[in-house]
């Protein structure tokens, strides 16, 4: 490729997926310079594709993990763990993905920002009043030249269910520090407890609920504004999971505490000038394997759209990871190793990206 016009090599790099060119940047010092210049990162993060992985939060860490669904019955391989870099071990009590970046907040009290498929980190520094039940979101400004990153953070609280009075503060990543939100917060609503939130083209969703009904409570970046949205109307019983797949559109599922059936539903594709809808997209079947259990409540889950396929942990039995077909196409258990760690497991989807923080 040395014998090729620089404007050409890089449009063809700027359509390679980021973890092939990671694999790059030690072969040549002018791509490894080219791979951290923004201009590119901003027409990679456009231009490549997209290329979904599956994370699995365990143990207060996070390991990759390696689906195969195109063997019977599927598999799933357990990779390494991550390691965030650091002079002492960092263990994770939270995690939520924006971007290829992990928002992660530890057990010793600290807030990082970690892009795993690069090895760097970004360590926030807040006030000394850090509290357990302060919830935190990444996402972006989306300016049409690049995208600006922020932090949210805001505090949730059972006996304050009109927020009044609380502060909401903004941390921008161009000047490493915090604000005050100027948007006056009074939203009557309560977010699910074991809800982290999920994050789509830089806005953060979440399951909330009020005293009428449930609802979506996004968090818009731009703005600075939050915005409530409706879900797909659910019987009474019926918990609900919040997921997203390929970026685009979020997925919530439905599943009623008198079945083992659960429903999959997904949204139009995100578009802040389209109005928000949702249809059913295929259901599953959990299978009780012992008639001393109840049936058993997802409490994360990822699809693969083409195959109709959940890939779920369950409340049931927190340390197996369960592979469900649609149309009764097949039901896998996959155990998942686990010490006495107080968390329940997680799985999320994660896109690598050259996103320099």
Known sequence: MSDLPPDLVEEILSRIPATSLKRLRSTCK????????RRFTEKHFREAPKQSHALLWND???????????VAPPSIEFKSVLSIKDPEPVYISNVSHCDGLLLCTTDDGRLVVW?????????????????????????YKNNKSCRSYKLLRFWTSYFTPNHIGLVYNIYE??????????????????????????SIKGNTYWLALDVETNLLLGFDFTMERFKRLCLPSNKYGDTMVLSVVREEKLLVSHQNFRSSKMDIWMTNIIDSETALSW????????????????CPFSITFLIDEEKKVVVSIVMDNENMVNIIGAF?????????EST????????FSYVPSLVQI
Not at 340 to 347: M, T, V
């Open 115 to 139: 892009n795993p498929c690069l090895g760097q980190t970004r360590w926030i520094n807040f006030e000394n009043d850090y509290k357990t039940y302060y919830r935190f979101a990444l996402g």
């Open 173 to 198: 990543f161009t000047s490493d520090s915090w604000r005050v939100l100027l948007d006056k917060v009074s939203l009557n609503y309560f977010l699910i407890e074991s809800e982290n939130g999920v």
């Open 30 to 37: 002018q791509w490894n310079s080219l791979f951290k210049n």
């Open 60 to 70: 207060r860490r996070v390991c990759p993990m390696s689906i195969n669904l195109n």
């Open 340 to 347: 006495n760690c107080p968390y329940s497991p997680c799985i």
């Open 279 to 294: 249809k059913k997209y295929f259901s599953v079947e959990f299978i009780i394997l012992s008639t001393c259990h109840s």
């Open 328 to 336: 009764d196409a097949y039901y896998v258990e996959v155990p998942v």
